[in-house]
């Protein structure tokens, strides 16, 4: 017994040194250069325990925020946000006490659309108006084209994660309480990004918006609230909210764990709901974000994403209509649904226990059941992957699917 217990001790000594030089040589990579092409490293897909991974995950993640704060930095010299040829200005003021835990960022849209320049601007300084928190960083980005569909075009998506984290990563705001609202032109963005960005809100608010024709689906595991005015006729935006609820009401009624939501049709009022719409900030702000849900319902639009929460899938194979839904119970994931001939999963602690195997399963058959690792390579491709301030993952495991 005690030679056993000699041979377990050396063991476990030789894995915390090896696990020693796996970080130290991850701090000696990432100093050298940036962290892409660590996974061709030998030390990157060795096994590694949890504390290492977190520490791993530290190392990572302060040399991005960093960088992130040096362009928020750069983006409030400028007051604007540039990606590619596009230009988004912004204004933002902060509200109250910071909370433990940080603030909250409220993005918030104006409306207008294709129109003069100069409309659009009267529109975006009415928007800074028109809210105000009892606390956190109220964000009023200026769209950057002069368009119907200003708020959801592709560009959309890259401006707004770059707003996302570096107001984590400067502003110390909280991921779990960001929050999206629009009026107008910006309700329509709220009924495209709200689903398209699910992983990114805890709750979103729509005003005086038209949906187009934007599905509901992955709005499962955020806050949803409509605001109309009941004689809002244009383009029909009054029945088409009454409609867009009742899609939510059938979706809570299949799946009362998700889809939480309200529709409010203002009585007697227009265009302009005369405020009524303020209520939804206080709404809004019960909510967090749930970065790990237990049920991922995914769909596809016309601006496709490689991941929503802690589902990746192949970039070529990323296309409008495809839609994803996996459960997630302790180590069993199983995939109702896949429009997909593999999906990528995200694991950490938080998520499983690594000292049992993990099992997924697609149409009741098992297609991976076995003990997963730790590894370098996963967590800086996460953080790489990742939106700052979202979860590491220390694994990622892929498997085949059906597919269409």
Same mark, same amino acid.
């Given at each position: 017994?005690?030679?056993?217990?000699?041979?377990?001790?050396?063991?476990?000594?030789?894995?915390?040194?090896?696990?020693?030089?796996?970080?130290?040589?991850? !701090?000696?990579?990432?100093?050298?250069?940036?962290?892409?092409?660590?996974?061709?490293?030998?030390? &990157?897909?060795? &096994?590694?325990?949890?504390?290492?991974?977190?520490?791993?995950?530290?190392?990572?993640?302060?040399?991005?925020?960093?960088?992130?704060?040096?362009?928020? %930095?750069?983006?409030?010299?400028?007051?604007? $946000?540039?990606?590619?040829?596009?230009?988004?200005? $912004?204004?933002?003021?902060?509200?109250?006490?910071?909370?433990?835990?940080?603030?909250?960022?409220?993005?918030?849209?104006?409306?207008?659309?294709?129109?003069?320049?100069?409309?659009? /601007?009267?529109?975006?300084?009415?928007?800074?108006?028109? *809210?105000?928190?009892?606390?956190?960083?109220?964000?009023?980005?200026?769209?950057?084209?002069?368009?119907?569909?200003?708020?959801?075009?592709?560009?959309? %998506?890259?401006? $707004?994660?770059?707003?996302?984290?570096?107001?984590?990563?400067?502003? %110390?705001?909280?991921?779990?309480?960001?929050?999206?609202?629009?009026?107008?032109?910006?309700?329509?963005?709220?009924?495209?990004?709200?689903?398209?960005?699910? /992983?990114?809100?805890?709750?979103?608010?729509?005003?005086?918006?038209?949906?187009?024709?934007?599905?509901?689906?992955?709005?499962?595991?955020?806050?949803?609230?409509?605001?109309?005015?009941?004689?809002?006729?244009? *383009?029909?935006?009054?029945?088409?909210?009454?409609?867009?609820?009742?899609?939510?009401?059938?979706?809570? &009624?299949? /799946?009362?764990?998700?889809?939480?939501?309200?529709?409010?049709?203002?009585?007697?009022?227009?265009?302009?709901?005369?405020?009524?719409?303020?209520?939804?900030?206080?709404?809004?702000? !019960?909510?967090?974000?749930?970065?790990?849900?237990?049920?991922?319902?995914?769909?596809?639009?016309?601006?496709?994403?490689?991941?929503?929460?802690?589902?990746?899938?192949?970039?070529?194979?990323?296309?409008?209509?495809?839609?994803?839904?996996?459960?997630?119970?302790?180590?069993?994931?199983?995939?109702? !649904?896949? /429009?997909?001939?593999?999906?990528?999963?995200?694991?950490?602690?938080?998520?499983?226990? *690594? %000292?049992?195997?993990?099992?997924?399963?697609?149409?009741?058959?098992?297609?991976?059941?076995?003990?997963? !690792?730790?590894?370098?390579?996963?967590?800086?491709?996460?953080?790489?992957?990742?939106? $700052?301030?979202?979860?590491?993952?220390?694994?990622?495991?892929?498997?085949?699917?059906?597919?269409?």
């Amino acid at each position: 017994m005690k030679k056993i217990f000699i041979v377990l001790t050396l063991f476990c000594f030789a894995n915390s040194l090896f696990a020693q030089k796996t970080v130290e040589a991850l !701090k000696t990579w990432i100093e050298r250069q940036e962290t892409s092409g660590i996974e061709t490293q030998k030390f &990157a897909s060795a &096994a590694i325990s949890q504390k290492e991974a977190e520490l791993a995950a530290t190392i990572v993640l302060q040399r991005k925020q960093t960088k992130l704060k040096n362009e928020w %930095d750069s983006a409030v010299e400028k007051k604007k $946000f540039v990606a590619g040829k596009y230009s988004m200005p $912004f204004e933002y003021r902060i509200f109250g006490e910071k909370p433990v835990g940080g603030r909250s960022l409220y993005i918030s849209m104006h409306g207008g659309g294709n129109t003069a320049p100069a409309t659009n /601007d009267g529109q975006w300084r009415n928007q800074m108006k028109l *809210y105000a928190p009892d606390e956190g960083v109220y964000f009023v980005p200026r769209a950057a084209v002069n368009d119907w569909n200003m708020w959801f075009q592709p560009h959309v %998506d890259t401006l $707004f994660d770059m707003i996302i984290q570096t107001a984590v990563a400067a502003l %110390d705001v909280n991921p779990d309480r960001v929050y999206l609202m629009g009026y107008s032109a910006g309700g329509d963005g709220v009924y495209r990004l709200a689903p398209r960005l699910a /992983d990114r809100w805890a709750a979103a608010s729509m005003m005086a918006g038209h949906p187009g024709d934007v599905s509901p689906l992955n709005l499962r595991n955020i806050g949803f609230m409509l605001w109309m005015g009941e004689n809002d006729a244009a *383009y029909n935006r009054n029945l088409e909210a009454v409609k867009f609820g009742k899609q939510l009401d059938s979706l809570y &009624a299949e /799946d009362s764990e998700g889809y939480v939501h309200e529709t409010h049709i203002v009585g007697g009022k227009g265009h302009w709901m005369e405020r009524a719409d303020t209520a939804a900030l206080l709404w809004m702000k !019960k909510f967090r974000r749930n970065p790990c849900p237990s049920k991922i319902v995914w769909r596809q639009d016309d601006t496709p994403h490689e991941s929503f929460y802690w589902l990746r899938v192949p970039v070529s194979e990323a296309q409008s209509g495809r839609q994803a839904i996996v459960e997630h119970s302790g180590n069993t994931f199983t995939v109702v !649904k896949s /429009d997909y001939t593999t999906l990528s999963i995200g694991l950490n602690d938080a998520m499983i226990d *690594y %000292d049992k195997p993990v099992k997924v399963t697609v149409n009741g058959k098992t297609v991976f059941h076995k003990k997963v !690792k730790r590894t370098v390579a996963s967590i800086c491709k996460s953080i790489e992957c990742q939106n $700052f301030g979202n979860p590491v993952f220390y694994t990622y495991i892929t498997v085949k699917t059906v597919g269409r």
